[in-house]
């Protein structure tokens, strides 16, 4: 089993920056791929950003160029630096770790660009 705890949400200025963290804890071996989906309510959660084991990353359209996503493997975290904010990226963000047998959630950390 594993365990996800994020962290860093808030309120930003379009423009501003913010980093997120994901704290892992448990099976954490076992974890293949990472990622960090966000989701506004009533629309469809979206993937933001995905790290492999080796390091390779990928991310969506709409956030390529702006958000960086990143490990610490001696920390146990995960990382996904936002910058250049814009009041579309207003969503609850959460992080997710995939196994070769099940997938782990956190409970999210909302994100609000406003001025």
């Known amino acids: 089993q594993v365990q996800l705890v994020e962290s860093g949400g808030g309120l930003v200025q379009p423009g501003g920056s913010l980093r997120l963290s994901c704290a892992a804890s448990g099976s954490i071996f076992s974890i293949n791929t990472m990622e960090w989906y966000r989701q506004v309510p009533g629309k469809q959660r979206e993937i933001v950003a995905r790290i492999a084991s080796g390091g390779s990353t990928n991310y969506s359209g709409s956030v390529k160029g702006r958000f960086t996503i990143s490990k610490d493997i001696g920390k146990n975290t995960l990382y996904l630096q936002m910058n250049s904010l814009k009041h579309g990226d207003t969503a609850a963000y959460c992080c997710?770790?995939?196994?070769?047998?099940?997938?782990?959630w956190g409970q999210g950390t909302p994100v609000t660009v406003s001025s």
């Open positions: 997710s770790a995939a196994t070769i047998s099940s997938s782990a």
